[in-house]
């Protein structure tokens, strides 16, 4: 039984994810999908939630696509045959990423404070050994760079970063820890993130953040959002302690 | 008034229907991890079906009700002296246990007036990872006191002790002796060789005792791929099996991660959601593949139905 995957000219394909989500793929080159996927992913975001699909129930965007969730029970109530829902809905959703944008979201810069003090560290001089430069010039590059969120997932709030210079690329730890605690900046692969929540991970710990990333009393309960361009600020142990008490 | 927990049993969480609305943030969807069956339960107990109930895992539970309420269960064949489907009155200081069951592994429990506890990011359930939600953003503990919402005047005028009418065995019992899951076939199908295709759709797999709330790991032949292309994040949803190095497939439940980067092999339709969530360690699961036409038709004849039942049960209240 094929799959029903739907391309258009504009090269957005949709494909089934179980029978109550669809994939909306935005980029084609799947292997640039981290790095300029976020413009066109967070675009195409807002044209879906404008055109008010029925039977939509939430978005997802991750990368280079967006996990659209709804309730085929809704979609039938409305009158389409089961038959054809998937159809019907990738065919609004078509019509949807057709249209002109009516309101374009600011991009934010987030300034995220981190303490690299050892004891927050623990992974800093592996990162710098790998790399072959002292922590120094490590906690200086990193900071030097402009990082981008491509995606919030893995644990709530958590974001995954590109932008992270080529050399301070470090290999996830071969043994995950346990925990991780909350807050850490962590680097694996070529990726970079903060660690929310305190969780098991298998990324190199350089640094803390005073920052709550996740609440989920607050709305948005997360801190950081797809799209946000963010830069790391270095801050002493003292500054962290007084910006946590 | 309360509901005390004297015997929590093995994973007893405050779960509703799911935390709708902020996969975009991280947040897992959780819930019950067989919402039809917290629906049902909460119809029969004449429970919005919304309302925040008591997922028991594997038995050992044990509660007293400090004041007269309805109760009603579905889910594994749990050994209750109220049977699954069946509205029930529980009298002020009565008591209920829940034995360990013979088939399956989980059950729903709805209460008149429906579980109290506040509402974080618009749900009842608990995020066990990130600690929020439900009772205290933990599970239930020997000695907990749960408040429970008002009941409804309709839901104290039951005439029996326990109803002689039921939901459906189907919706009420849903454990299986040898589970078989419906599936579809995944964006990443193709990237398996045919032997895998064979095994998934003809093969058994056993579930695995390292298995949770987020997913059921099975074992059994190694599905393998045609290539090793390192794929890029994306949603995921209960139901989904992914394949990860090992070629041992993982059917996600509720608590799964809202992304992930494993190959998708194929997704549970969610009408076999409450098969899925009855995997217990040792059990033989099996797939069976079929259209995304059938299963979106299995999920309106499911709704149908169940607006049916609605309506009967309003009728009676």
């Known amino acids: 039984m094929p799959l029903l995957s739907s391309r258009r000219s504009d090269s957005i394909e949709i494909t089934p994810l179980g029978d109550s989500a669809l994939i909306v793929r935005v980029h084609d080159k799947v292997e640039n999908a981290r790095e300029d996927s976020a413009n066109e992913v967070l675009g195409a975001m807002g044209r879906i939630e404008e055109a008010k699909i029925a039977g939509i129930v939430e978005l997802a965007p991750a990368y280079a696509t967006i996990g659209v969730f709804f309730d085929p029970g809704k979609v039938i109530a409305s009158g389409i045959e089961p038959d054809l829902v998937s159809k019907w809905l990738s065919d609004k959703i078509h019509e949807a990423l057709s249209q002109r944008r009516r309101h374009k979201a600011d991009v934010r810069l987030i300034e995220v404070p981190a303490c690299f003090d050892s004891e927050f560290a623990v992974d800093l001089e592996r990162v710098a050994s790998v790399s072959e430069r002292p922590t120094s010039e490590v906690v200086d590059h990193y900071c030097a760079a402009e990082y981008r969120v491509a995606c919030i997932g893995f644990t709530p709030g958590f974001p995954y970063l590109v932008g992270l210079p080529k050399e301070l690329t470090t290999p996830r730890r071969a043994t995950p820890r346990t925990e991780i605690p909350a807050g850490s900046v962590a680097i694996g692969g070529n990726q970079t993130g903060v660690y929310p929540l305190p969780s098991p991970g298998g990324w190199n710990v350089i640094g803390r953040t005073p920052l709550r990333l996740f609440d989920p009393t607050k709305d948005p309960p997360a801190f950081l959002r797809p799209g946000d361009k963010v830069r790391f600020r270095a801050v002493t142990r003292d500054e962290f302690e007084r910006s946590t008490s | ?317």
């Open chain 2, 1 to 317: 008034m309360t509901a005390t927990i004297i015997r929590a049993g093995f994973l007893t969480t405050i779960q509703d229907l799911g935390r709708i609305g902020s996969r975009q943030f991280g947040v897992s969807v959780g819930g019950a991890l067989d919402t039809h069956a917290l629906r049902v339960a909460n119809l029969l107990v004449g429970n919005d079906e919304t309302a925040a109930g008591i997922e028991m895992t594997l038995g050992g539970s044990q509660l007293r009700f400090a004041d007269e309420r309805t109760v009603a269960w579905c889910g594994g064949g749990f050994d209750v002296r109220v049977p699954a489907g069946h509205a029930a009155m529980m009298s002020a200081g009565e008591e209920l246990i829940f034995n360990q069951p013979k088939t399956g592994c989980r059950s729903w429990l709805a209460i008149s007036g429906g579980i109290d506890v506040p509402l974080v990011l618009k749900s009842r359930s608990t995020d066990l990872r990130a600690s929020f939600g439900g009772f205290v953003g933990r599970a239930l503990r020997d000695g907990d006191e749960l408040s429970l919402g008002k009941r409804r005047r309709s839901q104290t005028a039951a005439t029996e002790k326990i109803s002689s009418w039921s939901a459906s065995h189907d919706w009420s019992s849903t454990a299986k002796a040898e589970p078989v899951l419906r599936v579809l076939r995944g964006a990443d199908w193709d990237r398996f060789d045919a032997s895998a295709h064979h095994a998934l759709t003809s093969g058994a797999f056993i579930v695995s005792p390292d298995s949770n709330r987020m997913g059921a790991r099975l074992e059994g032949p190694e599905l393998r791929r045609n290539d090793d292309v390192d794929l890029v994040s994306e949603a995921v949803a209960p139901g989904t099996i992914q394949v990860p190095p090992n070629g041992q497939p993982i059917v996600l439940l509720g608590d799964c991660q809202t992304i992930g980067g494993y190959p998708k092999i194929a997704h549970v339709i969610t009408v076999d959601l409450p098969v899925a969530a009855q995997l217990r360690a040792g059990d033989r699961v099996s797939f069976r593949e079929v259209s995304l036409a059938q299963a979106h038709r299995l999920l309106a004849d499911r709704e149908r139905d169940f607006n049916c039942f609605k309506t009967g049960l309003s009728l009676r209240q």
